[in-house]
């Protein structure tokens, strides 16, 4: 049974929870009483989608053994998904009163919630901190946690060197100099004659939405609110594009990688591709008009889409350069965005997204429909009519209470998107002014 849970965790690990899942079900009848098998058979369940299952096995494998703190901090994490934050909070609580040390508990909590000076999350946090033998793991998780909770409190000069110690402790590496490289290869190769050129080699399927942009930019927002409409459905990230992109070099003629290989490929590759992409659309609604990938970093792949889907609709997310990339600063993404936790490659690499972002606007046949939080905010429902007559659906007012959408939601802003349209995320980056030169001159901003 230890084999096969470690090949479960190396799954789910590995971004593979169906197969971990598909893994586990034939020992699932003679486990039912083994609360190890139930809290990853459940995790299984839940990474696949299937949250009702997930929260029930997790339920399961805590009523075994309550006082695992590791059960009750992924069972909180899925409630979290779904919206039930009062159940999030305290199977959080309970993970932290059993293992007062846990870090990542701590990090994942300060997402749930505003906090309040008195809270005494507050010099738990502080305590922790102030422990020397944190690993830099811990000391990563615990600094995000601190900078949210401080924020929060507006004790905005502690929040930055919490924030900061966060990133620090991340190690994460970034070359500007390989992304620069990879922006030049796209607008070399994808010009407006070779997308005219293939495009009529795709699928004209209008059921493919794409919202792209930098992450933090309000795309999860709109997908709330056009998801909130019954002929659409809301798919969350997927990798899928992506994916295809570094599956097609195996079908070229010659040698070549992405995006090189898009001219040595045979004709029906690209409505294989596009049928593929369509089906595992339908994966998650049979039913729906138009179905949205909401994975921001599409926009690197936009002349890819307009040759496998010339008739789909891209609606590009923009927000203030400086409260965008702060806000990717203070959030500790799970994997990738390595670019994120130094201020000046934050800099540099919004301004090569500006730059590709130029280019497909171009030599794309129909440009993307551009939407800028800040007028979002502002005019929630004219942007709202105007995004919804950009996807040729019929309007409903349930467009406008996107709150009220019970979909999961698993991105970051699950917990923001469950709340009335408000200005609290407009001109953040003024309480951190002092703090943001080498990202000012990293982007040549000035005001």
Known sequence: MADLIMEAIKLLRANQAKKAEDLMKPYYPSNVNNPQFMHFYGLAASHSGDYPSGIERIKKAIALNPRVAEYHHNLAAIYRLVGEFDLSEQHYLTALSLKPDYAEAYFNYSATRKFTSDDPLVSLVEQQISRPDLSDEDRCFLGFAAGKIYNDIKDYDKAFAAYENGNHFRHSEFSIDLFRKEIDRLISVFSTELIQQLSPLGI???????????????????????????????????????????????????????????????????????????????????????????????????????????????????????????????????????????????????????????????????????????????????????????????????????????????????????????????????????????????LEFTE
Request: hydrophobic share 35%; glycine share 6%; charged share 20%.
């Open 204 to 442: 004209s399927s209008e059921v493919p939405v794409f919202i792209v942009g930098m992450p933090r930019t309000g795309t999860t927002l709109v997908e709330q609110i056009l998801s909130s409409h019954p002929e659409v459905h809301g798919a969350g990230e997927l990798p899928d594009i992506s994916s295809i992109a570094g599956t097609l070099k195996k079908y070229a003629t010659t040698e070549s990688d992405f995006p090189e290989c898009i001219i040595n490929l045979p004709q029906n590759v690209f409505a294989g591709m596009g049928d593929a992409y369509l089906s595992r659309l339908r994966s998650f609604d049979d039913a729906a008009i138009r179905i949205i990938n909401k994975m921001p970093a599409n926009f690197l792949y936009l002349g890819l889409i307009a040759i496998l889907f010339p008739k789909a609709k891209v609606i590009h997310c923009q927000r203030h350069p400086l409260d965008t990339c702060l806000s990717c600063y203070f959030q500790r993404f799970r994997r990738g965005h390595e670019y994120s936790f130094n201020l000046t490659d934050l800099g540099l690499y919004y301004r090569e997204y500006q730059r590709v972002m130029q280019h497909w606007q171009r030599v794309l046949p129909v440009a993307p429909f551009e939407l800028h939080y800040s007028e979002l905010v502002a005019n929630q429902e004219e942007k709202t009519r105007a995004l919804v007559d950009y996807l040729e659906i019929s309007w409903d007012d349930r467009c406008l209470n996107f709150q009220e959408n019970d979909r999961p939601v698993t991105t970051a802003s699950n917990w923001q998107v469950r709340r009335p349209m408000n200005q609290s995320g407009l001109d953040r980056w003024k309480n951190y002014d002092q703090y943001l030169g080498s990202l000012c001159e990293a």
